[in-house]
């Protein structure tokens, strides 16, 4: 069923024919984070489409992927475009690496999930907590509820896991 | 001139040298242009139909890009009497200019029409603004935007960061290196009186304006303009007849892309860009190579996009671009100058339009600087490069275009002098 919502000040709408995105967010909204796993070849893939990008199969299945992985790259944004986003600054866009395929099918592809750097409930993260994630932080993955069947994945810090002594950070700070 | 020896075998040689570009125009690049794109679009094409010395019905073939913030061809052409036998309105930005002049190439070769006008039309500062302020940030977020701006990356300085903020932790590239670029094509940009901002920049004002998403400055990010840009293609026997100098179309490369172009960050090195592959295409249909290229215009949408595109079309090693943009290689009086005009940072935004039509110029050896006009109607270049000088390259034979629409998506153009 479609779904209309707004997030941050900005209105979100599936529509009932974008299958692919519906089911990609209801297992958000379950908080059980999936990704579409190739029947032909067995790869999975992000974001959620059609057929699949090494094999052209039109056939998958939703399995649970485990969200923790490394922040592949980055932006901190000081300047923002959408209004809501601009009592949030600066905020944090992630590049995620995520470990499950990391390095398959080649070793320059992985599944590189974006999401905002956020506290454990969703929020947008605070200064202080942005200025300690750069490329090399590990990060799990939690969620912006939005409504019914719609949440946002997000990355906040694994304080569980081994942390690079210094993330790399942009140098001019 | 000489020509490197014919080495690959593949290639569409029989298309070197045989289009050309006979007639460039413009519009005052303004924030406000007052009028509608239609206007620009028809004041554009008008000019550079002029400036081939041809008619607007010697014209029948229209192609132009936009993102649903323009006008449509056969507006123009009922405005200016062209009876078109073909004409397309496609669909997207930067890196379109090289593709539609292939395209046009591929039109006259298949025998659909006979010359070509390649236009954009864009109030992109008073309209629909490129930085994605206004109507484009309140638009509903659904499809693969919900992978994108929702997560309020939407802007092109955000959607291209991860690209450049990479690029310094795999290569070590400075701000202050990449900071040059703005420096160097300001200083072009106040030789050029069409340019919107004239005014010369150090890197010390490059790195200290403010942060918009790091790793980019205010002043790492192009300006927002509104202006009407086009392009005559025609084939290089009727160029004879036109107005001035030949300049030859010796090969394109257009709308090359990386590997999972739907999301190109999947695939990495993501601090490599379409380049990469494309070169692959631009060299060998053009028979030259970088070391060969007299200047560039490699796409300026942020001090970044011309670094990557420079590095991955070979005119440096991966990975030293901060070096090659910062050593004053593509200075005026330099070896390679790249964007004479100042570009997208300074002259105006076209979606890389005009840094071709600078080219076109720089080739007929007609820079349209401050040089005084001599007694033949020609400017007589001084060569002087200071502030408010010339900014013709002496001698210029060959160019290159790199046009970027995104890290995955690139065009490029060599051409030169007939």
Request: glycine share 10%.
């Amino acid at each position: 069923m479609a779904i209309q919502a707004t997030y941050l000040g900005m209105p979100l709408d599936i529509n009932d024919l974008d299958v692919e995105n519906l089911a990609y967010f209801k297992h958000c909204a379950a908080h059980d984070f999936h990704l579409q796993k190739c029947s032909a070849c067995g790869l999975l893939r992000y974001p959620p489409t059609t057929a699949c990008p090494w094999c052209a199969s039109p056939k998958s299945e939703w399995i649970s992927v485990e969200g923790r992985g490394t922040v592949h790259s980055y932006s901190e944004v000081h300047h923002a475009i959408q209004p809501a986003f601009r009592s949030h600054t600066p905020y944090l866009i992630l590049l995620v690496d995520l470990d499950t395929q990391k390095g398959k099918p080649s070793e320059h592809e992985a599944l590189r999930v974006v999401g905002n750097l956020v506290t454990p409930d969703g929020t947008l993260a605070p200064p202080d907590m942005v200025r300690k994630v750069g490329i090399g932080s590990r990060v799990r993955m939690v969620y912006a509820d939005v409504t019914a069947g719609l949440s946002l994945p997000h990355w906040t810090i694994d304080e569980a896991a081994p942390q690079p002594d210094k993330p790399w950070r942009y140098p001019q700070e | 001139m000489a020509m490197p020896a014919e080495t690959d075998t593949t290639s569409p040689k029989y298309l070197r040298d045989k289009y050309a570009i006979v007639g460039v125009g413009e519009t005052t690049y303004t924030r406000g242009s007052g009028i509608t794109t239609r206007a620009l679009g028809t004041w554009a094409v008008r000019n550079a139909i002029e400036d081939a010395g041809l008619k607007p019905s010697d014209v029948d073939g229209m192609l132009s890009y936009q993102s649903g913030d323009s006008t449509f061809s056969t507006f123009i052409a009922g405005d200016l009497g062209i009876r078109p036998n073909f004409y397309m309105d496609v669909f997207g930005g930067g890196s379109s200019t090289e593709a539609l002049i292939g395209m046009a190439i591929g039109l006259m070769e298949a025998g659909m029409c006979k010359a070509v006008v390649i236009f954009r039309a864009m109030n992109g500062f008073s309209q629909v603004r490129i930085g994605g302020t206004g109507a484009r940030a309140a638009a509903p977020v659904s499809g693969d935007a919900l992978h994108g701006r929702a997560y309020g990356w939407q802007s092109a300085g955000q959607m291209f960061s991860p690209t450049f903020m990479r690029h310094m932790y795999d290569y070590g590239t400075r701000p202050e290196q990449v900071a040059t670029v703005k420096v160097i094509h300001s200083e072009h940009a106040s030789n050029n009186p069409k340019a919107f901002y004239k005014k010369r920049f150090t890197v010390d004002e490059v790195v200290s304006s403010r942060i918009i998403c790091k790793p980019l400055h205010l002043l790492d990010c192009c300006v927002e303009t509104d202006n009407g840009t086009a392009i005559v293609v025609t084939s290089a026997d009727r160029a004879r007849d036109c107005r001035h100098p030949r300049v030859l179309i010796r090969g394109v490369v257009g709308r090359c892309n990386k590997p999972r172009t739907d999301m190109h960050y999947q695939h990495g090195p993501i601090s490599t860009v379409a380049g990469h592959y494309a070169r692959d295409i631009l060299w060998p249909n053009s028979g030259v190579g970088p070391e060969d290229i007299d200047l560039t215009g490699s796409y300026d949408a942020f001090t970044f996009t011309t670094m990557l595109q420079l590095e991955d079309y070979g005119f440096c090693k991966k990975g030293e671009g901060g070096a090659y943009v910062s050593d004053g290689t593509m200075r005026l009086g330099g070896r390679r100058p790249n964007n004479t005009s100042g570009g997208h940072l300074c002259e105006g935004y076209t979606h890389g339009q005009n840094m071709v039509i600078e080219n076109v110029r720089q080739l007929r050896h007609d820079a349209d600087d401050s040089c005084p006009i001599g007694p033949d109607g020609k400017r007589q270049h001084t060569y002087d490069y200071r502030e408010g000088g010339c900014r013709q390259v002496k001698n210029c034979e060959l160019s290159a275009n790199l046009g970027w629409a995104n890290p995955g998506t690139g065009s490029a153009m060599v051409m030169r002098r007939g």
